[in-house]
């Protein structure tokens, strides 16, 4: 399955009772979405299941998967990711973006230097932020992605440019440039 046919929309975080449910954590912004998107398969896309929401659960949902009758069948699955067909999800406005869409873009910053690649887009709790790796970093840098600090998002062109507020990009750690 081409990577950009299908996105990553929920995880499997272990079984849910002793009758095959599993606790699914939603990626979605509605996360209840999650069960209008049809049947949801596995990365390698050799599985797919039909999913039934069955009831809220703290960090997520009790789902009832097509094909998962016991507890072992449901703790087998713990970690797997859940994909819908990118025909099947919303187009978003002009300004969102799915993260999948912005992995690997080339990182400039307002002057046209390139500072590296996105390598994840991340979510703690406090909104997104861009894992950038890139020359002259030992880890990648955390980037908030705001408005304000990445004013373009190029998907054309393959390419974010940053604004990033003073030492932002100073990694302490870095190899001293050549």
């Given at each position: 399955m081409a990577k950009s046919d299908h996105i990553c929309v929920g995880a499997i975080m272990g079984a849910f009772g002793v009758r095959g449910e599993v606790r699914v954590k939603s990626f979605c912004s509605e996360p209840?979405?999650?069960?209008?998107?049809?049947?949801?398969?596995?990365?390698?896309?050799a599985t797919t299941y039909k999913i039934s929401l069955t009831r809220p659960v703290k960090t997520g949902y009790a789902v009832k998967l097509s094909g998962v009758?016991?507890?072992?069948?449901?703790?087998?699955?713990?970690?797997?990711?859940?994909?819908?067909?990118?025909?099947?999800?919303?187009?978003?406005?002009?300004?969102?973006?799915?993260?999948?869409?912005?992995?690997?873009?080339?990182?400039?910053?307002?002057?046209?230097?390139?500072?590296?690649k996105i390598a994840a887009v991340l979510n703690h709790g406090a909104g997104d932020l861009l894992e950038v790796r890139g020359k002259g970093f030992i880890k990648g840098v955390l980037i908030p992605f705001t408005a304000e600090i990445v004013p373009t998002i190029d998907l054309t062109s393959g390419r974010a440019i940053v604004d990033p507020p003073d030492g932002l990009l100073d990694d302490p750690k870095a190899t001293p440039p050549d």
């Open positions: 209840s979405d999650i069960a209008s998107y049809g049947p949801l398969s596995t990365e390698d896309g009758q016991t507890k072992e069948q449901a703790d087998a699955l713990k970690g797997t990711r859940l994909y819908a067909p990118r025909t099947a999800l919303p187009n978003l406005p002009d300004d969102e973006f799915y993260h999948t869409d912005l992995i690997g873009l080339t990182v400039m910053d307002t002057g046209g230097e390139t500072i590296g």
